[in-house]
């Protein structure tokens, strides 16, 4: 959780008069204050952790005498949609597959890097998901933007693909103005969607998110079409250049 979620909370609780109220960042890993609350809540959170017995054992340990223990986690039987959405169907099998290691990771390569329209193509070696197809963006296609909004877990969110036109922009380093073919997004992007897809009802990539709107909601993706190039470039090892601007 960044600053800005933290800046968020404070200035909610300061508005509704909350002076009890503390908003902190910490790490579930090394927290530890025994009988300290009356009340322990946690959501979507056990799922993620190699050892989740282990921290709600220190999360019973924290509640005081006569306190309360709430928890909130995923039941991934439970999921269903109606209509059939296979960008709903992508999401309910991956969000397992990203469960299940349980923060560990798998190496990646970099052998393609667009600098130009901020695209990098990875070789990771033991990913066993089947890749998505891509597709050409249809302007009006409801769509399934999937990613980590905000720094959140795993989540899809409901939108459209808007136009697809070539504008004046910065790169991947902020050079330019630069003219470069991106794809509008309608519905809920946020920091944290970037580099997730946006799956069609088919299952495919009609474009990529790169960026959210400065102002309201929506954003900004890489076409299909772009994208297809990249992959197709893909070689040997290749430098990605420094990380910051």
């Known amino acids: 959780m960044d600053e800005v979620k933290l800046a968020l909370a404070r200035q909610a609780a300061a508005e509704r008069g909350l002076a009890n109220v503390e908003v902190r960042q910490a790490n579930v890993n090394d927290w530890a204050e025994p009988a300290a609350y009356d009340f322990v809540y946690s959501r979507l959170l056990l799922m993620h ?99 980590y909004p905000l720094n959140s877990p795993l989540e899809a969110s409901a939108g459209r693909i808007g136009g697809t036109e070539t504008v004046l922009a910065q790169d991947a380093y902020g050079r330019g103005p630069t003219r470069r073919v991106v794809t509008s997004l309608g519905g809920a992007v946020q920091h944290g969607n970037s580099g997730g897809p946006a799956v069609d009802a088919s299952g495919a990539v009609q474009s990529t998110v790169f960026a959210a709107r400065a102002t309201g909601s929506g954003g900004y993706g890489v076409p299909a079409s772009v994208v297809r190039r990249d992959v197709e470039s893909a070689s040997g090892p290749v430098s990605t250049g420094p990380c910051v601007r």
Do not use: T
């Open 49 to 147: 952790l190699k050892q989740p017995e282990d921290l709600l054992r220190r999360m019973w340990e924290g509640v005081r005498a006569g306190g309360v223990l709430a928890v909130e986690d995923a039941d991934f039987d439970g999921q269903f949609c109606h209509p059939e959405n296979a960008g709903f169907d992508f999401f309910s099998r991956m969000l397992p597959r990203v469960v299940e290691l349980n923060g560990g990771a798998l190496r990646a390569q970099a052998v393609a890097f667009d600098p130009h329209n901020d695209v990098a193509v990875l070789r990771v070696d033991g990913l066993d998901a089947p890749p998505l197809a891509l597709k050409d963006p249809q302007p009006g296609a409801a769509i399934a933007i999937v990613g």
